[in-house]
């Protein structure tokens, strides 16, 4: 047994629960699966307002190797640490004087050539956590040592009096992360034909289904009755999304797969202009134990081209639209130095974190640490994931640094305008 591999079971199965949480939601009649807070107003739209600025939150869960997808080529640890799996620097893209792209990242370039993508290394939580839950909590919550469960993104889309349930969406998952936990309104939800009330279909010409809907829940109090007028609304807002074009803008092309739908359903509510100022995108499993391979075969590269391919697709797809969003990855913590007996890397600590899109200062930012070949060796922690987001919402979304992330000091990065 690996390293992990509890941690790892207990993961799938908790993923497993809350797939049928949601499949419970959508059985009792609201496909929304979850809607935090906010008062029911029957509406026309009037409710949103047009968001100048979207932040994209994409989690890469599982832990990504940082160091295969941007490859520290001129540590010399790097080499002899992963003898079989390290990536030739020969192969490597967009290198400088010590980094380079992994090669199936070359979707990306037309972006990186543009000055549109950056890479924060050796990024991460302040200490090391090893447990994919504890970490991503942690990671997602983004506030140490308090009891209120609030997450960062909550507490981001809280920072005016504005509140609406399509203020932050999460697509393709229909449980929201706990980056959204909290007393703002938020909505999660699978897909956009998912965003609707079941049973108000083309049989329900009266409009019956949403009327009894609403006569059912406006008198309930508490979480319960809020929750489900803040559902109804959500659903009654979001019809510009739904009257968009499935089909990609501009000969963009997804990969297909849950990144690719869930990227092409993000680009379609931004589209849509209902007032989606957070998405958030969840990809995995990046919890290579065994099989990460080499560019030959193995998981890595197949989901760097995927990765990759899902991100050209996006910023293809929003065409000048692209200039008010901005993407980063988040991951709960990264890889060990040395690779395993499997072909793989057991977890670790610091990892790469990628920045996409508007205000993007492009290139390598981060300070690097250096590698040591041992077998229980990190790459060690030099920027704090929360300065990182913080620059993103501070410089992007108008926040203050000390609402979002309380406590906290962040240092300048670099990474954002």
């Given at each position: 047994m690996t390293e992990g591999s509890h941690d790892c079971a207990e993961y799938a199965g908790l993923s497993r629960r809350g797939l049928i949480r949601g499949a419970l939601a959508v059985g009792a009649g609201l496909s929304v699966a979850t809607a935090y807070g906010g008062a029911f107003v029957e509406t026309s739209y009037a409710a949103t307002r047009s968001a100048p600025a979207v932040l994209v939150v994409l989690s890469l869960r599982g832990a990504v190797d940082g160091m295969s997808l941007v490859v520290p080529h001129a540590d010399p640890?790097?080499?002899?640490?992963?003898?079989?799996?390290?990536?030739?620097?020969?192969?490597?893209?967009?290198?400088?004087?010590?980094?380079?792209?992994?090669?199936?990242?070359?979707?990306?370039?037309?972006?990186?050539?543009?000055?549109?993508?950056?890479?924060?290394?050796?990024?991460?939580?302040?200490?090391?956590?090893?447990?994919?839950?504890?970490?991503?909590?942690?990671?997602?919550?983004?506030?140490?040592?308090?009891?209120?469960?609030?997450?960062?993104?909550?507490?981001?889309?809280?920072?005016?009096?504005?509140?609406?349930?399509?203020?932050?969406?999460?697509?393709?998952?229909?449980?929201?992360?706990?980056?959204?936990?909290?007393?703002?309104?938020?909505?999660?939800?699978?897909?956009?034909?998912?965003?609707?009330?079941?049973?108000?279909?083309?049989?329900?010409?009266?409009?019956?289904?949403?009327?009894?809907?609403?006569?059912?829940?406006?008198?309930?109090?508490?979480?319960?009755?809020?929750?489900?007028?803040?559902?109804?609304?959500?659903?009654?807002?979001?019809?510009?999304?739904?009257?968009?074009?499935?089909?990609?803008?501009?000969?963009?092309?997804?990969?297909?797969?849950?990144?690719?739908?869930?990227?092409?359903?993000?680009?379609?509510?931004?589209?849509?202009?209902?007032?989606?100022?957070?998405?958030?995108?969840?990809?995995?499993?990046?919890?290579?134990?065994?099989?990460?391979?080499?560019?030959?075969?193995?998981?890595?590269?197949?989901?760097?081209?995927?990765?990759?391919?899902?991100?050209?697709?996006?910023?293809?797809?929003?065409?000048?639209?692209?200039?008010?969003v901005t993407l980063v990855t988040v991951s709960e913590f990264g890889r060990r130095t040395k690779e395993n007996a499997n072909y793989g890397l057991d977890h670790g600590f610091g990892t790469a974190m990628l920045l996409l899109g508007a205000g993007v200062r492009g290139g390598y930012h981060g300070r690097w640490p250096g590698l040591v070949d041992d077998a229980n060796a990190d790459l060690t922690v030099t920027t704090d994931y929360r300065s990182v987001l913080a620059e993103v919402a501070v410089r992007r979304m108008g926040a203050s640094a000390a609402q979002v992330f309380p406590g906290f000091q962040p240092e300048a990065v670099g990474a954002i305008v």
């Open positions: 640890a790097y080499y002899t640490a992963r003898p079989r799996i390290a990536v030739p620097a020969a192969s490597l893209l967009a290198k400088d004087s010590f980094f380079g792209l992994h090669p199936n990242l070359a979707p990306l370039l037309p972006l990186w050539n543009a000055g549109k993508v950056a890479v924060v290394h050796a990024a991460g939580l302040p200490a090391p956590n090893r447990s994919h839950f504890a970490a991503i909590e942690e990671v997602e919550d983004a506030d140490p040592g308090s009891a209120a469960r609030i997450g960062w993104l909550n507490r981001l889309i809280g920072r005016d009096a504005y509140a609406h349930p399509l203020q932050a969406v999460q697509l393709g998952e229909s449980v929201p992360p706990v980056s959204l936990a909290g007393p703002q309104p938020s909505v999660a939800v699978e897909s956009i034909a998912d965003m609707r009330l079941s049973g108000a279909d083309k049989w329900d010409t009266a409009g019956r289904r949403p009327r009894s809907m609403r006569t059912m829940w406006s008198g309930v109090g508490g979480p319960l009755g809020a929750g489900a007028r803040s559902a109804m609304q959500a659903v009654a807002d979001f019809g510009p999304v739904r009257a968009t074009s499935a089909t990609p803008a501009n000969g963009a092309h997804y990969p297909d797969g849950d990144l690719g739908r869930a990227l092409s359903a993000a680009a379609r509510t931004i589209r849509g202009d209902v007032g989606a100022e957070v998405i958030t995108v969840d990809h995995g499993s990046w919890d290579h134990h065994s099989g990460l391979g080499t560019l030959e075969w193995g998981e890595m590269q197949r989901m760097a081209t995927e990765l990759a391919s899902a991100l050209a697709a996006f910023f293809t797809d929003l065409g000048p639209l692209g200039e008010k």
